[in-house]
Nanobody, 124 residues
Framework: QVQLEESGGGLVQAGGSLRLSCTAS????????LGWFRQAPGKEREFVAA????????PYADSVKGRFTISRDNAENTVHLQMNNLKPEDTAVYYC?????????????????WGQGTQVTVSS
């Protein structure tokens, strides 16, 4: 069992930056694929980014490419999402997720473990 806890959300003006972190407890997530998803009010949850366990493969949603960067520190059981040049449309609850799949899925249903989420609000 893996427990995930996100941190780093908050309120920022458009063009600003935030760094989200997700720390895992319980079983080590060394071999887990980790992902970030988000859900805006009235919208479905959507994929943001993912990273495989060596950190060599990092797919991104088209909407965040070039602005967001996912990284992981396996020694600290932590995954980060650096978000730059934030836009109002990035406003959402951001969730960290983990899966044992090596395929680095972008579908949320393929992730077994989820955090509680952290709110990111970008003002215009």
């Amino acid at each position: 069992q893996v427990q995930l806890e996100e941190s780093g959300g908050g309120l920022v003006q458009a063009g600003g930056s935030l760094r989200l972190s997700c720390t895992a407890s319980g079983r080590t997530f060394l071999r887990y694929t980790l992902g970030w998803f988000r859900q805006a009010p009235g919208k479905e949850r959507e994929f943001v980014a993912a990273i495989n366990w060596p950190g060599a493969f990092t797919p991104y949603a088209d909407s965040v490419k070039g602005r967001f960067t996912i990284s992981r520190d396996n020694a600290e059981n932590t995954v980060h999402l650096q978000m730059n040049n934030l836009k109002p449309e990035d406003t959402a609850v951001y969730y960290c997720a983990a899966t044992t799949s090596d395929l680095v899925p972008i579908g949320g249903s393929q992730y077994e473990y989820w955090g509680q989420g952290t709110q990111v609000t970008v003002s215009s």
